[in-house]
């Protein structure tokens, strides 16, 4: 079977940093994703994974470990904007659907 | 660039009817994927087309499920008859085949509700 693991809810003050982790088991691995959405809109992607390390786009970074079948997404400058949900996901190879975890809701507060 | 659309955006249908929703991809992603948001849960996956070939369907709950995609464009999703925990969202994502691609472009997704 394949699961991931990640907080159901994170709490976090405009301009902080927050770390939202993921841990996985799947059969087969390619890459591991991150989507954010917002209430009522669409999964929008915003970051991937397939070698260890750090990947930095702008506010945002991902880390993954496989090793240790673990990754993260760093949120930094916190903005009321970033208040959404955010899931991991993976695929066994590139084009595979892709499993997803339940989702963190991230609430950004003044 | 017009994103993958979704239709409708919402459909409110009684128990036994008939539904079919409606995806049209990015122009020229191959791939296309549909999957499901019961409330509360994770996205999970149910049908990936390739072209208008099935190369996936291990998610599709039950054969009250037909997805199809002819000619490889757009896709409908028909549930027929409806049942109460077919209730939650339903996205529909796509992708290129080649490069190398990892990411999906999700629809904005059809909120189904079967009371």
């Known amino acids: 079977g394949q699961s991931l693991e990640q907080p159901s809810e994170v709490t976090a003050v405009e301009g902080a940093i927050v770390q939202i982790n993921c841990t996985y088991q799947?059969?087969?691995?390619?890459?591991l994703s991150w989507y954010q959405q917002h209430d009522g809109g669409a999964p929008t992607f915003l970051s991937y994974n397939a070698l260890d390390g750090l990947e930095e786009t702008g506010r945002f970074s991902s880390f993954l470990s496989r090793s240790d079948s673990y990754g993260y997404l760093l949120l930094q400058e916190l903005q009321m904007k970033d208040s959404a949900s955010y899931f991991c996901a993976v695929g066994r190879s590139g084009n595979t659907p892709l499993v997803f975890g339940k989702g963190t809701r991230l609430s950004v507060i003044a | 660039e017009a994103g993958v659309t979704q239709f409708p955006s919402h459909s409110v249908i009684e128990k036994g009817q008939t539904v079919t929703l409606r995806c049209d991809p990015i122009?020229?992603?191959?791939?296309l994927y549909w999957y499901r948001r019961v409330m509360g849960k994770e996205i999970k996956f149910l049908l990936h087309f390739v072209k208008e070939s099935k190369q996936d369907e291990s998610g599709m709950p039950n054969n009250r499920f037909l997805a199809e995609r002819t000619g490889g464009t757009y896709s409908t999703l028909k549930v027929q008859p409806a049942e109460l925990e077919d209730s939650g969202v339903y996205f529909c994502?796509?992708?290129?085949?080649?490069?190398?691609?990892?990411?999906?472009?999700f629809g904005p997704g059809t909120r189904l509700t079967v009371t």
């Open positions: 994502a796509s992708s290129q085949v080649a490069g190398g691609s990892y990411e999906q472009y």
């Open positions: 799947t059969s087969g691995f390619y890459g």
């Open positions: 122009s020229g992603h191959d791939n």
